[in-house]
Protein backbone atom coordinates (compact mmCIF):
# COMPACT_ATOMS: atom_id res chain seq x y z
CA UNK A 1 0.00 0.00 0.00
CA UNK A 2 1.73 3.26 -1.05
CA UNK A 3 -0.80 5.75 0.29
CA UNK A 4 1.04 7.84 3.02
CA UNK A 5 -0.84 8.84 6.13
CA UNK A 6 -0.64 12.41 4.32
CA UNK A 7 -2.68 13.47 1.93
CA UNK A 8 -1.21 12.85 -1.18
CA UNK A 9 -0.84 14.82 -4.78
CA UNK A 10 -0.08 12.12 -7.47
CA UNK A 11 0.88 13.78 -10.60
CA UNK A 12 -0.08 10.36 -13.05
CA UNK A 13 1.43 9.99 -16.32
CA UNK A 14 -1.19 8.93 -18.72
CA UNK A 15 -0.50 7.62 -22.62
CA UNK A 16 0.14 9.60 -25.65
CA UNK A 17 -2.14 7.30 -27.94
CA UNK A 18 -1.41 4.00 -27.11
CA UNK A 19 -3.83 3.03 -24.39
CA UNK A 20 -1.05 0.14 -23.40
CA UNK A 21 1.34 2.84 -23.04
CA UNK A 22 0.53 3.09 -18.67
CA UNK A 23 2.31 2.03 -15.75
CA UNK A 24 0.68 -0.70 -13.49
CA UNK A 25 2.00 2.22 -10.52
CA UNK A 26 -0.53 4.74 -12.39
CA UNK A 27 -3.31 2.22 -12.75
CA UNK A 28 -2.84 1.58 -8.92
CA UNK A 29 -2.95 5.12 -7.61
CA UNK A 30 -6.18 5.97 -9.99
CA UNK A 31 -8.05 3.03 -8.44
CA UNK A 32 -6.87 3.73 -5.29
CA UNK A 33 -7.11 7.70 -4.81
CA UNK A 34 -10.15 9.52 -3.87
CA UNK A 35 -10.54 11.68 -7.28
CA UNK A 36 -8.60 12.18 -10.76
CA UNK A 37 -8.36 15.80 -11.39
CA UNK A 38 -8.53 15.43 -15.27
CA UNK A 39 -7.62 18.21 -17.83
CA UNK A 40 -11.02 17.10 -19.86
CA UNK A 41 -12.77 14.44 -17.75
CA UNK A 42 -14.16 12.95 -20.53
CA UNK A 43 -11.01 12.10 -22.11
CA UNK A 44 -9.72 10.36 -19.18
CA UNK A 45 -13.08 8.73 -18.63
CA UNK A 46 -12.13 6.67 -21.48
CA UNK A 47 -8.90 5.65 -20.04
CA UNK A 48 -10.94 4.64 -16.40
CA UNK A 49 -13.51 2.65 -18.74
CA UNK A 50 -10.57 0.82 -20.46
CA UNK A 51 -9.42 -0.18 -17.30
CA UNK A 52 -12.81 -0.77 -15.12
CA UNK A 53 -11.46 1.93 -12.47
CA UNK A 54 -13.80 3.17 -11.22
CA UNK A 55 -12.83 6.52 -9.32
CA UNK A 56 -14.84 9.88 -9.13
CA UNK A 57 -13.33 12.19 -11.93
CA UNK A 58 -12.58 16.17 -11.20
CA UNK A 59 -12.25 18.92 -13.90
CA UNK A 60 -9.07 20.69 -13.15
CA UNK A 61 -7.56 22.23 -16.63
CA UNK A 62 -5.89 25.68 -17.71
CA UNK A 63 -8.88 27.85 -17.47
CA UNK A 64 -9.88 26.79 -13.56
CA UNK A 65 -10.96 29.26 -11.39
CA UNK A 66 -9.65 30.01 -8.01
CA UNK A 67 -12.46 28.69 -6.53
CA UNK A 68 -11.46 25.14 -8.48
CA UNK A 69 -8.67 25.30 -6.87
CA UNK A 70 -9.76 25.74 -3.21
CA UNK A 71 -12.37 23.00 -3.83
CA UNK A 72 -9.07 21.05 -4.53
CA UNK A 73 -6.91 22.55 -1.83
CA UNK A 74 -9.81 21.90 0.85
CA UNK A 75 -10.26 18.28 -0.43
CA UNK A 76 -5.86 17.93 0.66
CA UNK A 77 -7.08 19.42 4.03
CA UNK A 78 -9.46 17.06 4.66
CA UNK A 79 -6.99 13.96 4.24
CA UNK A 80 -8.49 13.06 0.46
CA UNK A 81 -5.86 11.35 -2.09
CA UNK A 82 -5.86 12.85 -5.49
CA UNK A 83 -3.91 12.03 -8.52
CA UNK A 84 -3.81 14.95 -11.41
CA UNK A 85 -3.70 13.27 -15.15
CA UNK A 86 -3.74 15.86 -18.30
CA UNK A 87 -5.43 14.61 -21.54
CA UNK A 88 -2.07 12.67 -22.91
CA UNK A 89 1.59 12.39 -21.91
CA UNK A 90 2.97 13.92 -18.18
CA UNK A 91 0.82 16.42 -17.02
CA UNK A 92 2.49 20.39 -16.06
CA UNK A 93 4.81 19.16 -19.18
CA UNK A 94 3.50 22.16 -21.68
CA UNK A 95 -0.17 20.43 -19.76
CA UNK A 96 -1.68 22.22 -16.58
CA UNK A 97 -0.55 21.64 -13.70
CA UNK A 98 1.90 23.66 -12.34
CA UNK A 99 0.00 26.36 -10.58
CA UNK A 100 -1.77 23.90 -8.50
CA UNK A 101 1.02 21.91 -7.80
CA UNK A 102 3.14 25.34 -7.05
CA UNK A 103 0.06 26.43 -4.61
CA UNK A 104 -0.24 23.18 -3.08
CA UNK A 105 3.56 23.32 -2.11
CA UNK A 106 2.93 26.97 -0.82
CA UNK A 107 0.08 25.82 1.56
CA UNK A 108 0.93 22.53 2.84
CA UNK A 109 4.60 22.20 2.81
CA UNK A 110 5.47 18.92 4.01
CA UNK A 111 2.50 18.00 5.55
CA UNK A 112 1.21 17.52 1.39
CA UNK A 113 3.45 14.92 -0.49
CA UNK A 114 3.56 15.34 -3.82
CA UNK A 115 4.44 12.28 -5.86
CA UNK A 116 5.51 11.94 -9.16
CA UNK A 117 3.98 9.02 -11.61
CA UNK A 118 6.28 8.59 -14.32
CA UNK A 119 5.44 7.63 -17.59
CA UNK A 120 5.06 8.58 -21.64
CA UNK A 121 6.21 12.38 -22.38
CA UNK A 122 5.76 13.03 -26.07
CA UNK A 123 9.34 14.77 -26.20
CA UNK A 124 10.93 11.56 -24.70
CA UNK A 125 8.96 9.36 -26.80
CA UNK A 126 10.68 11.36 -29.90
CA UNK A 127 14.21 11.59 -28.81
CA UNK A 128 13.87 7.96 -28.05
CA UNK A 129 13.55 6.49 -31.43
CA UNK A 130 14.94 9.52 -33.57
CA UNK A 131 18.64 8.69 -33.55
CA UNK A 132 19.61 12.10 -32.11
CA UNK A 133 21.54 12.57 -29.52
CA UNK A 134 19.57 13.32 -26.53
CA UNK A 135 23.02 14.04 -24.22
CA UNK A 136 22.09 17.46 -24.17
CA UNK A 137 19.08 19.18 -25.33
CA UNK A 138 17.11 22.18 -25.26
CA UNK A 139 13.33 21.82 -24.73
CA UNK A 140 10.83 25.00 -25.84
CA UNK A 141 7.87 23.53 -25.31
CA UNK A 142 5.03 24.97 -27.62
CA UNK A 143 6.57 28.12 -29.56
CA UNK A 144 5.30 31.50 -29.26
CA UNK A 145 2.57 32.41 -32.59
CA UNK A 146 4.26 35.95 -32.64
CA UNK A 147 5.97 37.46 -30.56
CA UNK A 148 9.31 36.58 -30.06
CA UNK A 149 8.98 33.88 -32.54
CA UNK A 150 11.46 35.63 -35.14
CA UNK A 151 13.85 36.06 -32.18
CA UNK A 152 13.56 32.63 -31.42
CA UNK A 153 14.00 30.79 -34.75
CA UNK A 154 17.22 33.13 -34.69
CA UNK A 155 18.22 31.72 -31.52
CA UNK A 156 17.84 28.32 -32.59
CA UNK A 157 19.75 28.82 -36.22
CA UNK A 158 22.95 29.45 -33.81
CA UNK A 159 22.21 27.02 -31.02
CA UNK A 160 25.21 24.48 -30.55
CA UNK A 161 22.55 22.15 -28.93
CA UNK A 162 19.97 19.93 -29.62
CA UNK A 163 16.38 21.75 -29.75
CA UNK A 164 13.23 20.05 -29.44
CA UNK A 165 9.57 21.44 -29.72
CA UNK A 166 5.98 20.87 -29.57
CA UNK A 167 3.87 22.03 -32.64
CA UNK A 168 0.78 21.26 -33.93
CA UNK A 169 -1.32 20.65 -37.10
CA UNK A 170 -2.02 24.55 -37.80
CA UNK A 171 1.44 25.52 -37.51
CA UNK A 172 3.99 22.98 -38.95
CA UNK A 173 4.03 23.73 -42.56
CA UNK A 174 4.80 27.81 -40.98
CA UNK A 175 7.55 26.45 -38.70
CA UNK A 176 9.39 24.28 -41.54
CA UNK A 177 9.42 27.68 -43.83
CA UNK A 178 11.17 29.50 -41.00
CA UNK A 179 13.54 26.64 -40.15
CA UNK A 180 13.80 26.79 -44.01
CA UNK A 181 14.99 30.45 -43.98
CA UNK A 182 16.86 30.68 -40.72
CA UNK A 183 18.43 26.26 -40.61
CA UNK A 184 18.15 25.64 -43.84
CA UNK A 185 21.38 23.04 -42.97
CA UNK A 186 20.24 21.92 -39.79
CA UNK A 187 19.18 17.93 -39.45
CA UNK A 188 15.00 17.95 -38.75
CA UNK A 189 13.63 15.51 -37.26
CA UNK A 190 9.78 14.89 -36.80
CA UNK A 191 7.77 12.42 -34.37
CA UNK A 192 4.31 12.47 -35.70
CA UNK A 193 1.37 10.74 -34.44
CA UNK A 194 3.75 8.77 -32.01
CA UNK A 195 2.21 5.54 -30.56
CA UNK A 196 -0.60 6.19 -32.56
CA UNK A 197 -1.97 4.14 -35.85
CA UNK A 198 0.03 6.55 -38.10
CA UNK A 199 3.13 7.01 -36.51
CA UNK A 200 5.78 8.25 -38.09
CA UNK A 201 9.49 9.86 -38.39
CA UNK A 202 10.05 11.89 -41.20
CA UNK A 203 14.04 13.62 -41.41
CA UNK A 204 15.75 15.65 -43.50
CA UNK A 205 16.54 19.60 -44.20
CA UNK A 206 13.30 21.96 -43.29
CA UNK A 207 13.23 22.41 -46.92
CA UNK A 208 13.10 18.37 -47.75
CA UNK A 209 10.38 17.81 -44.99
CA UNK A 210 8.60 20.67 -46.10
CA UNK A 211 8.47 19.18 -50.12
CA UNK A 212 7.58 15.76 -48.34
CA UNK A 213 4.68 17.31 -46.51
CA UNK A 214 3.33 19.63 -49.34
CA UNK A 215 3.49 16.21 -51.71
CA UNK A 216 1.68 14.42 -48.77
CA UNK A 217 -0.55 16.92 -47.41
CA UNK A 218 -2.40 14.32 -45.29
CA UNK A 219 1.09 14.01 -43.59
CA UNK A 220 0.37 17.84 -41.92
CA UNK A 221 -2.32 16.37 -39.80
CA UNK A 222 -1.85 14.68 -36.27
CA UNK A 223 0.58 15.97 -33.20
CA UNK A 224 3.92 16.64 -33.92
CA UNK A 225 7.26 16.65 -31.89
CA UNK A 226 10.22 18.66 -33.73
CA UNK A 227 13.74 17.52 -33.16
CA UNK A 228 16.13 19.98 -34.87
CA UNK A 229 19.85 19.31 -34.86
CA UNK A 230 22.38 21.62 -35.57
CA UNK A 231 25.29 21.02 -38.25
N1 LIG B 1 2.15 16.76 -21.42
C1 LIG B 1 2.30 16.18 -22.73
C2 LIG B 1 3.55 15.31 -22.75
O1 LIG B 1 4.08 15.01 -21.68
O2 LIG B 1 3.96 14.90 -23.82
C3 LIG B 1 2.34 17.25 -23.79
C4 LIG B 1 1.04 17.99 -23.89
S1 LIG B 1 1.03 19.26 -25.08
C5 LIG B 1 -0.45 20.09 -24.66
C6 LIG B 1 0.50 18.45 -26.52
C7 LIG B 1 1.57 18.44 -27.59
O3 LIG B 1 2.48 17.37 -27.33
C8 LIG B 1 1.03 18.18 -28.98
O4 LIG B 1 0.60 19.37 -29.62
C9 LIG B 1 2.22 17.59 -29.69
O5 LIG B 1 3.12 18.60 -30.09
C10 LIG B 1 2.86 16.76 -28.55
N2 LIG B 1 2.30 15.41 -28.58
C11 LIG B 1 1.44 14.86 -27.70
N3 LIG B 1 1.14 13.61 -28.07
C12 LIG B 1 1.84 13.36 -29.19
C13 LIG B 1 1.95 12.23 -30.05
N4 LIG B 1 1.27 11.11 -29.82
N5 LIG B 1 2.78 12.32 -31.12
C14 LIG B 1 3.48 13.45 -31.37
N6 LIG B 1 3.41 14.55 -30.59
C15 LIG B 1 2.59 14.50 -29.52
Do not use: W
Not at 58 to 66: G, I, K, L, P, V
Not at 72 to 78: S, V, Y
Not at 83 to 110: Q, R, W
Amino acid sequence: MEIDIKPTLYIVATPIGNMEDITLRALRILKEVDYVLCEDTRTTQNLLNKYEIKTKTMSYHAHSTDGKESVILNLLKAGKNLALVSDAGTPCISDPGVMLVSHVKEEFGDDVNVVPVPGPSALITALSASGVSSAEFVFLGFLPHKKGRETLFKEISHSKRVVVFYESTHRIMKTLTSLKEHAPNFKVVIGRELTKQFEQFVEGTPDEILQYFTINDDKQRGEFVVIVEPK
